[in-house]
């Protein structure tokens, strides 16, 4: 089964507000050679999940995980990103959509930015 992974991010108006998205895309692309590593954004920026995952499927993705890559689970994520999700499994039955969770709810993440509060707060 060939796997794809999209880091799910909300989207902004500065094309610079993707750039620490694009780092995390490189960093787990540099650990997983093996699979295909994109982008999508909620709004505001290209390409949107709907066109990432057609991207995917016509390279021959199976598998699709969606990672969300919010701080917590809103609205966008309890209703939105399910919705999506859904149109998606309607649009192209044969593939399996996976939505994870929040990425800021997993305890290394908390961690991670507990960590890097004290550094910058020099404490």
């Known amino acids: 089964m060939t796997t794809a992974l999209v880091l799910f991010a909300h989207g902004a108006r500065d094309p610079e507000w993707a750039n620490p998205m694009r780092r995390v895309q490189a960093a787990i692309q540099q650990r997983m050679t093996a699979i295909p590593v994109e982008l999508a954004f909620l709004e505001f920026m290209s390409p949107t999940l709907s066109e990432q995952a057609a991207d995917l499927v016509a390279r021959g993705a199976e598998r699709i995980v969606v990672i969300p890559m919010f701080i917590a689970r809103g609205g966008h994520l309890k209703k939105e990103a399910?919705?999506?999700?859904?149109?998606?499994r309607a649009r192209y039955p044969d593939v399996r959509f996976e939505l994870g969770n929040a990425i800021g709810e997993h305890e290394l993440v908390v961690q991670a930015m507990a960590t890097a509060t004290l550094e910058v707060a020099g404490l």
């Open 82 to 88: 399910p919705d999506m999700i859904e149109a998606l």
